[in-house]
């Protein structure tokens, strides 16, 4: 039996890239400009590897809309 539940793909996309990024990459780069700071902000190279992580995301959540 099916269940049907309601998710916002955006928040559901970001997480994920989110994830993806610190589990692979943690270790290799500065993820945060500021890791103290109140509000943290990707390094421009984290952006990066995040926007790309964030498109396939969206891409694959989308691609199961019925």
Known sequence: ??????????????????????QAYKNFIQIYEDEEADELTYTEEAQDIFNE?????????????Q
Request: aromatic share 8%.
């Open 1 to 22: 039996m099916s269940e049907l539940i309601t998710i916002n793909k955006l928040e559901l996309a970001s997480e994920l890239a989110s994830l993806k990024l610190e």
């Open 53 to 65: 992580y964030y498109d396939a995301y969206i891409s694959l959540i989308e691609s199961c809309e």
